[in-house]
């Protein structure tokens, strides 16, 4: 096996634990403001059983409201795109040129387009290089700053 496959293997593998470590991460906090909430809401509860003396049904409005919550907290989370999603995006770019384009080039036509985009930093920095090692995306790297669309062989 080739030290670079495994090197390759070995990223992928590392990649992978981070997105799983960040999808938990996710869910552990989302279920701690949960239980948080429930805590306030058994609180508030049993404060007013105390006042009351007498069993009041479930309080609709704040699980409507926790609900909405979570619902706009997913909501916030669509708008979060993969490299691949943007790789497709700056492929078709650049095949609609046919020529290469600076990187610069390729996010002006792209916030021109599209409504969600990254930071030029990260774009320059994380983005375009993920895309240029994904063998699966036709973009590659012409030179220092410039980027094509590479044509299958």
Known sequence: MDIRDEKCRVYEQLRLLMEERRELSKQYFDLKEYL????D???????VKAIHREVEPMNLENEKELQDYFTQRKAIDNHHRSYKDYGFIIASILKESGKPLSAKQIYHKWTESYEIFPDYRNFVNNILPKINRDESIPVERAMRGYW???LKT
Not at 36 to 39: C, D, F, G, V
Not at 41 to 47: D, I, K
């Open 36 to 39: 948080i909430h429930l805590e």
């Open 41 to 47: 809401n058994q609180v508030t509860t049993n404060s």
């Open 148 to 150: 094509q669309y590479r």
